[in-house]
């Protein structure tokens, strides 16, 4: 029997991640190949005429699976009924700027999209913040949506856990596909901290660990993790825009993973509602290691952490707390 279609709303449709995204999950890449979707798209008064000739290309698509599409400006109807909102609506980081730059602009448009969320989604709505500084805006709509469960609440981290998973390949010379369990601490900014003290790659011989594999283990310590942090500009500088297919992309595999699942043996980056995991404040989305199981995602525990990481969670979960006064502050 053909299943119910899902709500996905995507705000900012009219914008470049938008429109790589939504023809990406009315493909059933995010939500299985046999699960029909309505799609909600939201965007603002300037961008009306773009986001109608989106409407316009997905109903040029013929898509199997697309059973509707919602296009507005108007934020209580694009919430109506929704399963799952991704947050993409904001205004990105131009070349020179830091993602706390955009703060202002950006931490009241989610207290205001928090209320119509809390109001009109579908009960259990899963959210997903990708909009920058994402950490930060999904607490503020976290914190001003207090009846959505905080385990709905996330932000995306995804695209900074495939970077790292595309770094090592490129180095060691194997598929992507064979390299799993890097980690990204923290915030989606250049403080965070990709791990890959507990990352493998599969090998003719069996799972090895990264560090055993690659010789040059100053490599993993230093330019690594600044390439990966680094990611985001280096994007903006090539583009002259932010990165938008990558993103797209990552914001798929967060939702697939979190709704169907992890496979077994891996965990994936997503940030989260601290609970105090690792000694990070409680209450921060924090990007942790997590696997997913029946839609709900559980942070792993019991990882060994030497004093070199301990050091930069701590030194992303600083800049989490900043982001946070910083953010109260401009919505005085
Ligand atoms: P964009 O400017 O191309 O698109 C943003 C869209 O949001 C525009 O169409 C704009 O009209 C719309 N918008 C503005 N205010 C809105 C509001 N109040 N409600 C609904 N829509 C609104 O930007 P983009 O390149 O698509 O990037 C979107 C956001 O995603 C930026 O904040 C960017 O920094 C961020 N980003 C995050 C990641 C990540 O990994 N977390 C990766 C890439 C980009
Ligand atoms: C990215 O990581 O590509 C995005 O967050 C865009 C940015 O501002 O870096």
């Excluded at 709704?259 to 942790?288: A, C, E, H, N, R």
Aim: charged share 20%.
């Amino acid at each position: 029997m053909a299943k119910d279609p899902v709500r996905v709303l995507v705000t900012g449709a009219a914008g470049q991640i938008g429109y790589a995204l939504v023809p990406m999950i009315a493909r059933g890449l995010m939500l299985g190949p046999d699960q029909p979707v309505i799609l909600h798209m939201l965007d603002i008064e300037p961008a009306v005429e773009a986001l109608n000739g989106v409407k316009m290309e997905l109903i040029d698509s013929a898509l199997p699976l697309l059973k509707g599409i919602v296009a507005t400006t108007d934020v209580v109807e694009a919430c109506k009924g929704v399963n799952i909102a991704i947050m993409v609506g904001g205004f990105p980081r131009k070349e020179g700027m830091e993602r706390k730059d955009v703060m202002s602009k950006n931490a009241s448009i989610y207290k205001e999209q928090a209320s119509a969320l809390e109001q009109h989604a579908a009960e259990n709505c899963k959210v997903l913040v990708v909009a920058n500084p994402a950490n930060t805006n999904a607490l503020i709509l976290k914190e001003f949506a207090p009846s959505i469960p905080e385990k709905n609440v996330t932000c995306l981290t995804r695209l900074d856990h495939n970077r790292a998973l595309g770094q090592i390949a490129e180095r060691l010379g194997v598929h992507v596909s064979n390299v799993k369990n890097v980690i990204i601490w923290g915030n989606h900014s250049s403080a965070q901290y990709p791990d890959v003290n507990h990352a493998t790659v599969t090998t003719s011989a069996g799972e090895k660990p990264v560090r055993e594999l690659t010789a040059d283990d100053n490599w993993l310590s230093t330019e690594f993790i600044t390439t990966v942090q680094q990611r985001g500009a280096a994007i903006i500088k090539a583009r002259k825009l932010s990165s938008a297919l990558s993103a797209a992309s990552a914001a798929c595999d967060h939702i697939h993973d979190w709704v169907l699942g992890t496979p077994k043996g891996t965990w994936v980056s997503m940030g989260v509602y601290s609970d105090g995991s690792y000694g990070i404040q409680p209450g921060l989305i924090y990007s942790f290691p997590v696997t997913c199981q029946n839609g709900e995602w559980s942070i792993v525990q019991g990882l060994k952490i030497d004093d070199f990481s301990r050091e930069k969670m701590k030194a992303t979960e600083k800049e989490l707390i900043e982001e946070k006064e910083l953010a109260y502050s401009c919505l005085k």
